[in-house]
């Protein structure tokens, strides 16, 4: 089981940090959303690009707030809810696994 155990953590530690580079995306694209960015900078692309599918569907829960785009922010709530709560839970279980707790 410690083969798994060992899995299990490592998948746990590359999610932390692909959450964390998309919260720093996430900050990004908000920051520059602030001024006019060109949007044929590849840069600017390469942001919109990775943000807008997630952003569009917490768009579509989220009423409308009358210009003020709240999806970046409930994004970083659940990004930060997957850090402290899941990350976490899947680590407890895999030390679990290796010393023969079990589920």
């Given amino acids: 089981m ?3 155990s060992n899995f299990l953590v490592g998948f746990a530690k590359i999610l932390d940090m692909a959450l964390t580079i998309y919260f720093w995306i ?6 520059i959303s602030w001024v006019n960015p060109d949007p044929y900078n590849p840069i600017v692309r390469f942001l919109y690009q ?3 599918p997630v952003l569009y569907r917490i768009r579509k829960v ?3 707030m009358g210009g003020l785009d709240l999806s970046p922010l409930i994004v970083i709530f659940i990004i930060y ?3 402290w709560a899941v990350i976490p839970s899947i680590i407890e279980f895999a030390l679990r696994l290796k010393t023969g707790g079990g589920i």
């Fill in 62 to 64: 989220v009423p409308y």
């Fill in 26 to 31: 996430i900050v990004i694209r908000a920051l």
């Fill in 81 to 83: 809810f997957f850090q």
């Fill in 50 to 52: 990775v943000t807008e």
């Fill in 2 to 4: 410690f083969v798994l």
